[in-house]
């Protein structure tokens, strides 16, 4: 009987398959794209499933050994591309997110004995990868695919939210009243140029968490604003790519730094990338981030066309450039996050606005 899976789940299955497949993968670009210079041969992957760890070995050209608790055989490498094949087929004629397994799909996941779309593994990667052989170092991956929705780098919710104070005009309650029920529920832009005309201003005060306000001070002591500053200039102006958004923060230099550290050092570029990497390698908001690397080591990412690329933190320029022109500020839930009103807080009316950050889908 077929069954329905999401974009997302059947994205990170066609990634495993086509590493089983072709038994390599190329290194990713800045641009998103292989580079043609650097193709890793592919010895093991290793993946959670519900009875245990299982290893995929590539022993030859021609099987993969599947080794497990309750499995051990050996399964022809042209069968994980044929089922590869036939979900990349799947998903790009879809426009619903959820698909239905396509005819043959179901009989061969039962054959390799897997029941889990998604891996269930407590260190948020998808699997782990050994490349040249078998006994070389595991590298944890997370599958981030465009043949369906992405898992954001950070959409921390109301732990990510960024304070700033209401200063200019000291606002009576029932302007404030009329202020907050300004527009529609998600108008936060006609919220903040309402405080604005009525001679309110709005300046960045603080993290809300405190937990998030020191993982982002391990990246600068002055970063939180640089975000702050970002966030706002997202709302107002419509900018929402990182690398624009970057661009516009120079421009303004939130932090008052001299020239030559924006201009011959790349002050704000290099901090927005060390940021990113750290997302991309485990820092949560609520969690505490202490530099020390987590059991994610990289990125597998699969463009609208299927083609599976990988980046490492091991070649951590080549990372943190493709993060830096393929990611993007986005808006969350004003109700699941509680931002985007002037809330009192010992005295002081403080607007919080939210930080949420996802890779491009195109």
């Known amino acids: ?50 009875d245990g760890t299982r290893r995929y070995i590539l022993e030859n050209e021609t099987d993969v050994h599947i080794c497990g608790e309750k499995i051990d055989k050996r399964i022809a490498r042209e069968d994980f591309a044929a089922v590869a094949e036939l979900v990349l087929a799947a998903v790009k004629e879809s426009r619903a997110n959820d698909v239905m397994s396509p ?43 465009r043949l369906g929705s992405m898992v954001p780098l950070l959409d921390g919710g109301r732990a990510a ?56 001070c391990m990246i600068d002591l002055h970063f939180p604003r640089m975000l702050g500053e970002m966030v706002r200039v997202m709302h107002l102006d419509g900018i929402s790519r990182v690398s624009d958004l970057t661009e516009a923060v120079k421009q303004l230099n939130p932090l008052k730094i001299k020239d030559e550290l924006i201009n011959k050092h790349g002050y704000y570029e290099y901090k927005m ?47 943190a450039d493709f993060l830096y022109t393929h990611t993007r500020f986005e808006k969350s839930s004003t109700e699941r996050d509680k931002y985007g009103y002037l809330e009192r807080e010992n005295g002081v009316y403080y607007f919080k606005l939210n930080l949420k950050i996802g890779l491009l889908k195109r």
């Open 1 to 50: 009987m077929a069954f329905e899976a999401t974009k997302r789940e059947w994205g990170e299955l066609y990634a495993f398959f086509r590493l089983l497949a072709d038994g390599y993968v190329y290194a990713g670009a800045p641009d998103g794209k292989k580079c043609e210079q650097r193709k890793l041969p592919v010895a093991m992957v290793q993946r959670e499933e519900h």
């Open 103 to 145: 005819d043959g799909v179901e009989e061969f996941l039962d054959e390799v004995a897997i029941y889990d779309l998604e891996a269930k593994t407590d260190d948020r990667t998808d699997f782990h990868v050994a490349f040249y052989q078998t006994d070389a170092p595991l590298v944890g991956f997370c599958v981030r695919s």
């Open 161 to 216: 939210n960024l304070k700033f104070e209401q200063a200019g005009v000291k606002f009576a309650t029932p302007t404030v009243n009329k202020i907050n029920a300004f527009g529609e529920e998600d108008d936060v832009v006609g919220r903040m140029l309402m405080i604005e005309r009525l001679g309110g201003v709005l300046k960045y005060n603080d993290v809300a968490d405190k937990v998030f306000r020191c993982n982002l």
């Open 273 to 319: 990338k060390q940021f990113l990497m750290a997302l991309a390698l485990g820092m949560r908001p609520a969690k505490l981030f202490n530099g020390t690397d987590t059991a994610i080591s990289g990125f597998l990412w699969v463009d609208g066309n299927g083609e599976v690329v990988c980046f490492q933190n091991s070649d951590r320029q080549a990372f």
